[in-house]
């Protein structure tokens, strides 16, 4: 879990993301992954100094390679998503989770912002943000694949790891999207407030969960969990 509780209540989130996580499969299969190569390497180091070929067992991701969401999206760009978290040290169910909800879980690399704002595309690059760091044009991102337009959010995230190091849960890779001041922070923290100039909550006021007037921490991290929780369903998991 991106915050864990600490706690393993009946009935409540903690238990039924064990009872029910397709994880559960990946973690019994490494576990006999790891009997194996324990049974294996008597025989292995006598085969190697027989001079024998040394075979191992099959690596256990390569069997279980799934992703969340990855089911929506094709192999490529899986792949690439997968390939591009692996370089920046974050999780790729977090990054597709990201994905997911920037582009109300099409996937397409052409998607505008329904808001009315130049965000265009995975992560909803802003015009600006195409412009001036990553060189190039939101119009030339819209004419890219599902596959090439993640090599552009790598990118776009290595600039952000050089200032906020580490993104390590699911909100701070949705926050180095949405708005690098709530990386690290506490849930009561606001992060948009109406009535600011250019303070950006016009466009994200469907985030507003209690239409106070006021975006914080908790209301972002509620919906992108989620669409995290979801993306881990059958169906979509892949």
């Known amino acids: 879990m991106p915050r864990p509780d600490g706690r393993v209540d009946p009935g409540k989130m903690t238990a039924e993301l064990w009872y029910t996580s397709p994880y559960l499969v990946v973690i019994q299969s490494v576990v006999e992954y790891i009997k194996s190569l324990v049974a294996n390497t008597e025989t292995q180091k006598k085969k190697s100094s027989a001079g024998e070929a040394v075979v191992l067992p099959a690596n256990i991701l390569s069997q279980h ?46 998607m505008k912002n329904n808001a009315g704002s130049s965000g265009t595309g995975l992560i909803q690059f802003m015009k600006a943000t195409a412009e001036d760091e990553l060189k190039t044009s939101t119009k030339k991102l ?70 106070d007037g006021k975006i914080t921490v908790a209301e972002v991290a509620s919906k992108i969990r989620y669409m995290y929780h979801k993306g881990l369903k059958q169906g979509y998991l892949g």
């Open 142 to 211: 819209a004419a890219m694949s599902a596959a090439k337009q993640p090599d552009y959010v790598e990118e776009y995230f290595k600039k952000r790891i050089k200032v906020y190091k580490q993104l390590n849960t699911l909100e701070d890779v949705y926050f180095a999207i949405l708005n690098p001041i709530g990386i690290g922070k506490k849930d009561n923290d606001v992060i948009f407030t109406e009535g600011v100039k250019n303070g950006g909550y016009i466009p994200n006021k469907g985030l507003d969960k209690d239409q």
């Open 65 to 110: 390679n799934q992703i969340a969401w990855g089911a929506k999206v094709s192999p490529e760009c899986k792949a690439k998503v997968i390939k591009i978290c692996a370089n920046l040290g974050i999780n790729p169910d977090f990054l597709m989770t990201c994905m997911a909800f920037e582009t109300g879980e099409m996937f397409s690399p052409d």
